[in-house]
C-alpha cells in the first residue's frame, strides 16, 4: 500500500466517551497509508471509547490537551460521541487546538457529534459541513452553513454525519490528507 502520509502527524481529538468505531476505522486506514497518529485527550494515560450501548476499550493517551500545540501536527481527526463532546466542548485547550486548525488551512476530519468541535472557536463562518440536528446547530450559531447530505467536503474539511458513512467519510479523508500532505511537500 502506498505511504503517502509518512512523514504526517495528525491529532486524534478524544475524550472518554467518544465512538469507538469513529476512531479505530479512520486510524487504521491512516496507519495503512503511513501517517504518525497522536492521541490528544483530557484524560491522562488512558481514555475510554463508547461502544455500542456501554463502554468500549481503553486506548493509551500520547499527550494531555492542556499540553499539545497544534502546530505539533499536520492534521485532525475529530471522532464523535457524546460523552467525548461535552467534555471537550469545555475545555479552552480545545478552542485553542481546533482554532489553530481551521486558522491555518490544515486539513480537519469530523465525524458525528465531533462536528460541533469545529464550532467551538467560533470560525466556521462561511465553511460547509454536514451534521445531525444537535451539531447543526453548534454550526449554524457560530456561522457556518449546513448541507443536507451525508459527507461534504470543503477545502479543507471532510465531515460525515453518523457511523453509517464511515466507507466515504474514511474515503475522502484520505484523500483530502493526501493532498494536503502533497502540497505541503511541493512548498
Known amino acids: 500500500m502506498d505511504q503517502y502520509l509518512t512523514g504526517k502527524t495528525i491529532a486524534i481529538l478524544v475524550a472518554n466517551g467518544f465512538e469507538e468505531t469513529e476512531m479505530t476505522e479512520p486510524q487504521r486506514a491512516l496507519l495503512k497509508a503511513g501517517a504518525t497518529l497522536r492521541t490528544i485527550s483530557t484524560e491522562s494515560a488512558l481514555v475510554n471509547g463508547w461502544m455500542g450501548k456501554g ?3 481503553y486506548f493509551p493517551v500520547d499527550k494531555v490537551l492542556s ?3 497544534g502546530s505539533d501536527f499536520d ?3 475529530l471522532p464523535g ?3 467525548s463532546i461535552a467534555k471537550l466542548q469545555q475545555s ?3 478552542r485553542r487546538i481546533v482554532g489553530h486548525f481551521l486558522d491555518a488551512g490544515k486539513p480537519i476530519a469530523a465525524i458525528n457529534h465531533g462536528i460541533q468541535l469545529m464550532a467551538v472557536p ?4 462561511g465553511r460547509q459541513v454536514t451534521a445531525m440536528d444537535i451539531s447543526k446547530d453548534a454550526v449554524e450559531a457560530a456561522g457556518g452553513e449546513t448541507v443536507d447530505e451525508s459527507v461534504v467536503v470543503d477545502a ?3 465531515t460525515a454525519r453518523s457511523v453509517e458513512d464511515l466507507p466515504v467519510f474514511i474515503e475522502q479523508m484520505l484523500k483530502l490528507f493526501a493532498d494536503a500532505a502533497l502540497v505541503s511537500k511541493a512548498a
Not at 122 to 125: A, F, W
Request: net charge positive; no cysteine.
Open 156 to 158: 479543507n474539511t471532510v
Open 122 to 125: 467560533g470560525k466556521v463562518r
Open 67 to 69: 499540553e499539545a500545540l
Open 92 to 94: 479552552a485547550h480545545t
Open 81 to 83: 460521541g457524546e460523552r
Open 55 to 57: 463502554w468500549g476499550h
Open 75 to 77: 492534521m485532525l481527526l
